[in-house]
């Protein structure tokens, strides 16, 4: 947290938890859990414990974020992309693995597209349109560029990230509280939303003609996030902790 947000916050009177989030993780959940995700034959069975489901939507408090991230690969995206998971993080985990624990797999369909890079929105939505959807790994590059790839891709969702923080699209609330800060390559903030607590959205404004172009771009904002999701990519998007709340159905 940086000065100016501490300040900010102690101004408003907002405090911090007086009791660290890491006091309440489960010492003995967290390793049952663990070794239930790694079981590859429960997995691609389809017999994952329902305890599993019940202490991630109940109880999320008492497992850590990596446990719930795992949980989440391995569960909401598919039988493919959750065995690639597994094999993917064994890997990264040193763990040598016998062919008749876990099933070999072709490797996940890539779709590769190319956009034009001074019209990241407006390309990002025809590919969305084609793309949203589909089970595949996108792969982005650029007209009159050389590359393709990891790289490129992950250029393209930092670009599309800012994009859609433009005040020009009216889809956030904007407040006097903002601070100065520059983007990872080095530019300004100039003209996108930057709001302390994160980006909120602004109430519709009939009056202003504007509705139709605001819910496409939260519609397409909704198909970044999955898609960033689907293929574990990082979107630059500060959005609201009140804001996820809504998303996920937790505000009382």
């Keep these: 947290c940086s000065i100016v947000e501490t300040d900010f916050l102690k101004e408003k009177g907002v405090s911090r938890p007086l009791v660290p989030h890491e006091e309440f993780f489960s010492t003995k959940l967290i390793p049952k859990m663990t070794r239930q995700l790694q079981d590859a034959m429960a997995l691609c069975s389809g017999k994952i414990p329902s305890w599993c489901h019940d202490i ?13 991230r795992q949980y989440f690969y391995l569960t909401a995206l598919g039988l493919p992309r959750a065995v690639h998971h597994l ?19 072709g490797r996940l369909q890539r779709r590769k597209v190319r956009i034009y890079r001074d019209r990241i929105l407006e390309s990002a939505r025809k590919v969305m349109e084609v793309f949203a959807a589909d089970k595949g790994v996108l792969e982005v590059e650029y007209f009159g560029e050389v590359g393709i790839g990891l790289g490129p891709t992950l250029e393209f969702y930092t670009l599309l990230s800012h994009e859609l923080q433009k005040d020009s699209l009216g889809m956030w609330r904007t407040s006097p509280h903002t601070q100065t800060e520059l983007l990872s390559d080095g530019e300004s903030r100039q003209g996108l939303v930057n709001i302390l607590y994160g980006l909120f959205p602004r109430p519709l404004q009939p009056r202003l003609g504007n509705c139709d172009k ?11 996030i999955g898609k960033a999701l689907q293929d574990g990519r990082l979107l630059d998007l500060p959005l609201a902790t009140p804001f996820y709340k809504l998303m996920l159905d937790e505000v009382y």
Excluded: H, W, Y
């Design 214 to 224: 605001t819910i496409s771009s939260f519609r397409l904002l909704g198909q970044v």
């Design 56 to 68: 991630t939507r109940a109880c999320p408090f008492l497992l850590p974020f990596e446990t719930k």
């Design 87 to 105: 094999q993917q993080q064994q890997i990264l985990d040193n763990m040598a693995l016998s062919n008749d624990r876990l099933p070999r797999i």
